[in-house]
């Protein structure tokens, strides 16, 4: 059973790029064909897609994050990764990486969730 | 982008009661409809992954029975049939049938 784990920095200051990194264990991120995401959610408050990468590395973005954001995979480490640029305070939230559910390379919603990582933005 | 309302936002029920939650579509989002079941400090947790063609609910494997799903047209309910103590949880739906997903600002489920 594939399981994710966020890590990356707790605190970054405004303007700056917030980096996280999702490490997958239990199955290969480059082997089949997955779908890999990212969500992120203020505190007391709901849900936010920020994008996703296919295993063979082509990604889709919330057009409202899509100018500061990049979603990338390193094979080698198992791992995909965010960066999201020129964070303000609206950037503060915990961030999950995801994969989607695949039945027979029909892909449907997120099946399996990291426990999320707090990011704070603050000077 | 789609936007998803859901209601109630919250919700008081006590357990062994049957309660639904009901999410509204801005535009189609065709079966594409999940729920999701969410603790506090915890992740999501998928519920239901999309609508069968018959516009019921299927749920994940293992996901209790009395967990059940309906579609119409733009409108989806998330339904249980018989409260738990382990249900007292927020529930979001969410679309994918095109990007952005999103998802519903979330409807809490507390104990009366």
């Known amino acids: 059973q594939v399981q994710l784990q966020e890590s990356g920095p707790g605190l970054v200051k405004p303007s700056q790029t917030l980096s996280l990194t999702c490490t997958v264990s239990?199955?290969?991120?480059?082997?089949?064909?997955?779908?890999w995401s990212w969500i992120r959610q203020p505190a007391g408050k709901g849900l936010e897609w920020i994008g996703r990468?296919?295993?063979?590395?082509?990604?889709n973005y919330n057009p409202s994050l899509e100018r500061r954001v990049s979603i990338s995979m390193d094979t080698s480490k198992n791992q995909f990764s965010l960066r999201l640029s020129s964070v303000t305070d609206a950037d503060t939230a915990v961030y999950y990486c995801?994969?989607?559910?695949?039945?027979?390379?029909?892909?449907?919603?997120?099946?399996?969730w990291g426990q999320g990582a707090t990011v704070t933005v603050s000077s | 982008d789609i936007k998803m309302t859901q209601s109630p936002s919250t919700l008081s029920a006590s357990v062994g009661d049957r309660v639904t939650i009901t999410c509204r579509a801005s535009q189609s989002v065709s079966r594409w409809l999940a729920w999701y079941q969410q603790k506090p400090g915890k992740a999501p947790e998928l519920l239901i992954y999309?609508?069968?063609?018959?516009?019921?609910?299927v749920p994940l494997s293992g996901v209790p029975s009395r967990f059940s799903g309906t579609a119409s047209g733009t409108e989806f309910t998330l339904t249980i049939s018989s409260l738990q103590p382990d249900d007292f949880a927020t529930y979001f739906c969410?679309?994918?049938?095109?990007?952005?997903?999103?998802f519903g600002q979330g409807t809490k489920l507390e104990i009366k």
């Open positions: 999309k609508m069968s063609p018959e516009l019921v609910g």
């Open positions: 239990g199955g290969s991120i480059s082997s089949g064909y997955e779908y």
């Open positions: 995801a994969k989607q559910l695949n039945v027979e390379e029909f892909y449907y919603a997120m099946e399996v």
């Open positions: 990468i296919y295993s063979r590395g082509s990604t």
């Open positions: 969410q679309q994918y049938e095109s990007f952005p997903w999103t």
